[in-house]
């Protein structure tokens, strides 16, 4: 079967995050007030094929563990959908 996976990585909420800083300040720069605390992050689309969603699962945990997130410095969560 085919699934389709969206994972989100974050930085954790502790460390500093100098994009959305960079980011934050741009926006005062412009004049756009209301926003705070902005944090970048990445979004990820995988094609995965398994036998099951549990397997999708496993491999999806498994590469965010391996290689798409930094778990000493990001957080990841994700969602799986039959495709």
């Known amino acids: 079967m085919?699934?389709?996976a969206e994972i989100d990585i974050m930085p954790h909420k502790e460390l500093l995050d100098p994009q959305g800083k960079a980011v934050q300040q741009s926006m005062d720069n412009?004049?756009?007030?209301?926003?705070?605390?902005i944090r970048i992050g990445k979004h990820?689309?995988?094609g995965i094929e398994?036998?099951?969603k549990d397997e999708a699962?496993?491999?999806v945990?498994?590469?965010?563990?391996k290689l798409l997130a930094n778990?000493?410095?990001e957080t990841y969560h994700f969602t799986i959908v039959e495709n």
Do not use: D, H
């Open 2 to 4: 085919k699934y389709i």
């Open 57 to 59: 699962t496993t491999k």
């Open 30 to 37: 412009l004049n756009i007030s209301g926003v705070a605390e």
């Open 44 to 46: 990820i689309r995988m």
């Open 50 to 52: 398994a036998s099951s």
């Open 61 to 65: 945990e498994e590469a965010c563990k």
């Open 71 to 73: 778990p000493i410095m």
